[in-house]
T-cell receptor, first 121, second 108 residues
Framework: GAVVSQHPSWVICKSGTSVKIECRSL??????MFWYRQFPKQSLMLMAT?????????EQGVEKDKFLINHASLTLSTLTVTSAHPEDSSFYIC?????????????????FGPGTRLTVL | RKEVEQDPGPFNVPEGATVAFNCTYS??????FFWYRQDCRKEPKLLMS???SGNEDGRFTAQLNRASQYISLLIRDSKLSDSATYLC?????????FGKGTRLHILP
């Protein structure tokens, strides 16, 4: 099946530092990638939709200046948490959508990366 | 009304039993539907798509009722390894909406 990788898988940083998370689609092109955040025992919350070659679309309540998204190619999107604080500690998951109808996969299926666990001290 | 609603559970079910979850969605124009499974501290993984005609994959059966705007997931002969959170996912245009998930615990 389609594979999405994320790097790093976990990170611990000091308050005030910035953290970059990479999301890559390994065997398909993803014009659209999504960034989610999940706090313990909570549901996935969509943060933003990342479109290749254009600005990301942020969900209400998500600060675009704090969570910088860059989608420079069809296989890579990055999320940078700027000036991270302890309340930003969470599980960040990206996903990529395979729009191919010929791949044998359900249309509009999302493939998720393994997630990045961020802990801000 | 929430866009996608699920009973959060937990459902505590003995091994071998049959369990069913429902999920309701608010927008009748929703186009495609999925069930995902998420294990603790892991990413969600697609379990199955849901088609109007209903579809079955082994012990799992998914059904869609557009008139009543709900989808269902039936698990037969439940296994310990079925313990997870099951996420209902609805697609409308370019928007993918996740339910909060239903937690399932299979008891030995």
């Amino acid at each position: 099946g389609a594979v999405v990788s994320q790097h790093p898988s976990w990170v611990i940083c000091k308050s005030g530092t910035s953290v970059k998370i990479e999301c890559r689609s390994l065997d398909f092109q993803a014009t659209t990638m999504f960034w989610y955040r999940q706090f313990p025992k909570q549901s996935l919350m969509l943060m933003a939709t990342s479109n290749e070659g254009s600005k990301a679309t942020y969900e209400q309540g998500v600060e675009k200046d704090k969570f910088l998204i860059n989608h420079a190619s069809l296989t890579l999107s990055t999320l940078t948490v700027t000036s991270a604080h302890p309340e930003d500690s969470s599980f960040y998951i990206c996903s990529a959508r395979d729009r191919s109808r010929t791949s044998g996969r359900p249309y509009n299926e999302q493939f998720f990366g393994p997630g990045t666990r961020l802990t801000v001290l | 009304r929430k866009e996608v609603e699920q009973d959060p559970g937990p459902f505590n079910v003995p091994e071998g039993a049959t369990v069913a979850f429902n999920c309701t969605y608010s927008n009748s124009a929703s186009q495609s539907f999925f069930w995902y499974r998420q294990d603790c501290r892991k990413e969600p993984k697609l379990l199955m798509s849901v088609y109007s005609s209903g579809n079955e994959d082994g012990r799992f059966t998914a059904q869609l009722n557009r008139a009543s705007q709900y989808i269902s997931l039936l698990i037969r002969d439940s296994k310990l390894s079925d313990s997870a959170t099951y996420l209902c996912v609805v697609n409308l245009d370019d928007k993918i909406i996740f339910g909060k998930g239903t937690r399932l615990h299979i008891l030995p």
